[in-house]
C-alpha cells in the first residue's frame, strides 16, 4: 500500500510559479511510476504529467509542456511538480497518483494510489 498526501498549491498571479509536493508513506513508492493530474470545476479528470520509476523518463500534457517539470527523489519518496508561466487556466485541483497498471500513462484508471488533492489557483 502507498498513501499519497499533496501540498504546496495556492493562489498565485498569472506568470507566477508554485512548486507542489507529493510525500508517499511505504516501501514499495520507488516501483511505481507517477503521475500528476489535475480537475478543474466542472471538468473531467485530465493528465498533466508523469515520471517512471527511476525518475529517468517524463511526459507532459502539450498545454503544460515547456512549462512544468515532474521529478522524483525515491531515497526521500517524493514526487514534485514545479509548475512556471502559470495560467488562469491552470487553475484545478492537482492530484499525484501511483501508476500500477499497464495502461496509457494518460489514463487515470491506470492508478491506483491517489492523494487527496491540493487546490491550484491563478488569477488573471
Known amino acids: 500500500q502507498v498513501q499519497l498526501v499533496e501540498s504546496g498549491g495556492g493562489l498565485v498571479q498569472a506568470g507566477g510559479s508554485l512548486r507542489l509536493s507529493c510525500a508517499a508513506s511505504g516501501r514499495t513508492f520507488r516501483f511505481y511510476a507517477m503521475g500528476w493530474f489535475r480537475q478543474a470545476p466542472g471538468k473531467e479528470r485530465e493528465f498533466v504529467a508523469y515520471?517512471?520509476?527511476?525518475?529517468?523518463?517524463?511526459y507532459y500534457a502539450d498545454s503544460v509542456k515547456g512549462r512544468f517539470t515532474i521529478s522524483r527523489d525515491n531515497a526521500k519518496n517524493t514526487v514534485s511538480l514545479q509548475m512556471n508561466s502559470l495560467k488562469p487556466e491552470d487553475t484545478a485541483v492537482y492530484y499525484c497518483?501511483?501508476?500500477?497498471?499497464?495502461?496509457?500513462?494518460?489514463?487515470?484508471?491506470?492508478?491506483?494510489?491517489w492523494g487527496q488533492g491540493t487546490q491550484v489557483t491563478v488569477s488573471s
Open positions: 515520471v517512471n520509476w527511476s525518475g529517468g523518463s517524463t
Open positions: 497518483a501511483g501508476h500500477t497498471i499497464q495502461t496509457d500513462y494518460v489514463d487515470p484508471t491506470g492508478y491506483s494510489y
